[in-house]
T-cell receptor, first 116, second 115 residues
C-alpha cells in the first residue's frame, strides 16, 4: 500500500458528461501528480500541483482541469467526456516541490474511467 | 514525440531465467532513470532507480545497467520468479522546472515468468 488513496475505483459515464476524480496524497507529501494510462499512449503525465499551486503541465486537454485544496487532497475534473477519455487515471504524490531526480513518486491504485 | 523508447513490449521467460528490458532516451538533460513495477489492478511502484554517474546499480535480484554515451539503460531480473510477472516501466526525468522535471515513461513491458 503506497499510502495514496483514490476514489472512486471505477466510474462509468456517458459521452458529454463531467466527472471528478479524487486523490489524497501520502501523509506529509506536498506534491500531487495526475497521470493517464491507456493502452495506446501508456502512462502520460497530465499535471502537477505543489502545496495548492499548479507547478507543471503535461499532455492535459483543455477539457480537463485539476486543483489541490488546503488539506492537500486533489481533484481532477474531466468534462465533455469523449469515448477516447476511457482510461486509468493515477494520482501520485511526493514529498517536495521538485518531483525530479531522486524523488520517489508514490502512485495510488487508480480510477478506471469508462465512457460509453 | 516519444522521449523514452522501451522494448520489448512483452517477454516470456522460464522461472530462473534472466529477463532483460531495454530503454533508450533522446533528451540528454535526463539525469534520473527509475524503473516502476505494476501488477494488475494496482498503481506503479518504484522498483529501482539510477543516476547517470554510475554504470550499474543492484538491489536484490534487480540490476540496472546504464550506458550514458549510447543513451540507453536496461533492467535485468536475476533468478526470475513467477511472482515477478508484472508490467515494467522505465522512466526518465530531468532536474529543473516545468514538465521536464516530471517523469516521462516508456510504454511498458509485460513480463510473464512461467513456473
Amino acid at each position: 500500500d503506497s499510502g495514496v488513496t483514490q476514489t472512486p475505483k471505477h466510474l462509468i459515464t456517458a459521452t458529454g458528461q463531467r466527472v471528478t476524480l479524487r486523490c489524497s496524497p501520502r501523509s506529509g507529501d506536498l506534491s500531487v501528480y495526475w497521470y493517464q494510462q491507456s493502452l495506446d499512449q501508456g502512462l502520460q503525465f497530465l499535471i502537477q500541483y505543489y502545496n495548492g499551486e499548479e507547478r507543471a503541465k503535461g499532455n492535459i486537454l483543455e477539457r480537463f482541469s485539476a486543483q489541490q485544496f488546503p488539506d492537500l487532497h486533489s481533484e481532477l475534473n474531466l468534462s465533455s467526456l469523449e469515448l477516447g477519455d476511457s482510461a486509468l487515471y493515477f494520482c501520485a504524490s511526493s514529498v517536495s516541490r521538485t518531483g525530479g531526480p531522486g524523488e520517489t513518486q508514490y502512485f495510488g491504485p487508480g480510477t478506471r474511467l469508462l465512457v460509453l | 514525440q516519444q522521449q523514452v523508447k522501451q522494448s520489448p513490449q512483452s517477454l516470456i521467460v522460464q522461472k530462473g531465467g534472466i529477463p532483460i528490458i531495454n530503454c533508450a532516451y533522446e533528451n540528454t538533460a535526463f539525469d534520473y532513470f527509475p524503473w516502476y513495477q505494476q501488477f494488475p489492478g494496482k498503481g506503479p511502484a518504484l522498483l529501482i532507480a539510477i543516476r547517470p554517474d554510475v554504470s550499474e546499480k543492484k538491489e536484490g535480484r534487480f540490476t540496472i545497467s546504464f550506458n550514458k554515451s549510447a543513451k540507453q539503460f536496461s533492467l535485468h531480473i536475476m533468478d526470475s520468479q513467477p511472482g515477478d510477472s508484472a508490467t515494467y516501466f522505465c522512466a526518465a526525468s530531468a532536474e529543473g522546472g516545468g514538465s521536464q522535471g516530471n517523469l516521462i515513461f516508456g510504454k511498458g513491458t509485460k513480463l510473464s515468468v512461467k513456473p
